[in-house]
């Protein structure tokens, strides 16, 4: 019998995984720090929880009892985390390793979820046997989570699920999303700054969480590539969304170079995804952003 505990399912991403279980009727126990925020998770399913204070939780994970953890809950935002590292790597990296150990400790799958931005960028269309060059504090923090897995000569039972920009909808969330932000911007005549030479292949929640509990029901392990199907420049990536409106004119958008930001944190210039192992092995084949606009506007009014 599956039961799966969600990490950070106050998140998009985390929402998302929540909604699929219930939709499917897959046991689960859903955790966050602070009160469920989610009206579509049951609190039954739900443990508020800080992932730092460490016999916590290993009493929720023996308590539990899960057959797989499915770890959403980081440290995200990759400037606050280039100007607080230590905070950075007990979030994302210490508490990791708890989680970790508990879960072996049960028996449960361990997934963890990961981010583009463990390679350079200097390639692109990276797939996974691709080896990782983190150029930032977030960045190696993640990659730090991954040896973890990695290193374990005792146990396979994990996998890890790598992601480039989640965009979508839900209830709570404290930080919006690019594709969000056009969807608002652009039939306003708001004019975007935007930079021109990043390139990204967004990815939307509902199609990441289906990959990831793929993951566990199809017991694979390993380290899994799920991003969207096609890469652009972030500039492009908002002409996607302008043409998806259809709108009389199109997006009006002031185009820069990432060195003009001044941000804290390097970050690579292009990455996107080779999903051939995903699309084999989970069935995962995911949507474009003019095919997930119109479902985005249709869920903007359910999640408002």
Known sequence: MIKILITGSNGLLGQKIVKRCVKHGIPFVATSKGRNRNPDCPEEHYAAIDLCQFDAVNCLVFKENPTAIIHTAALTNVDYCEMNPEECRQVNVLATKMLYEAAKMVGAHFELLSTDFVFDGEKGNYSESDEVNPLSIYAQSKADAELLLLKDTSNDNWSIARTIIVYGTGFGL???????????ALPKGETMKLVNDQFRA?????????????????????IFHLSGPVTRSIDAIVEEVGKALDLETGPIIERISSQTLNQAAKRPPKTGFDLSKAEKLLNYHPKDIRETVPLLKNDLYYYR
């Open 174 to 184: 404290s930080r919006s999303n690019m594709i969000l932000w056009a969807l608002e």
């Open 202 to 222: 967004p990815t939307w929640a509902d199609d990441l969480a289906y990959g990831c509990v793929e993951i566990v029901l199809r017991a694979q392990k390993g």
